[in-house]
């Protein structure tokens, strides 16, 4: 199974995107899918996860803010980010869980100020 992520780009803070992580396999299969990202000289982090039931987690830093989703039919979890801010900057890659884990390769946002 190969994840692949895009949507990424440079906005202003206050606005908006749409990452998009299609996988080359069915997306029921994993128990979870995520986002994490990763700022420079920073770990990476877990950002939003939504399990197979559908049950949604986000980071405090996002809440309110970021919303996970996924379209079973078009095997593509995605992540609408709202309100964005400079510290929002990094690297977002996306995860599937099943057994073990499963990376897209990342897709950077840069938020300017």
């Known amino acids: 199974v190969q994840l692949q992520a895009s949507g990424g780009g440079l906005v202003q803070a206050g606005g908006s995107l749409r990452l998009s992580c299609a996988s080359s396999g069915s997306i029921s299969s994993f128990n979870v899918m995520a986002w994490y990202r990763q700022a420079p000289g920073k770990q990476r982090e877990l950002v939003a996860a939504?399990?197979?039931?559908?049950?949604?987690n986000y980071a405090e830093s996002v809440k309110g803010r970021f919303t996970i989703s996924r379209d079973n039919s078009k095997n593509t979890v995605y992540l609408q980010m709202n309100s964005l801010k400079p510290e929002d900057t990094a690297v977002y890659y996306c995860n599937g869980w099943v057994q073990r884990s499963y990376w897209g390769q990342g897709t950077e946002v840069t938020v300017s100020s």
């Open positions: 939504i399990s197979h039931g559908g049950s949604e």
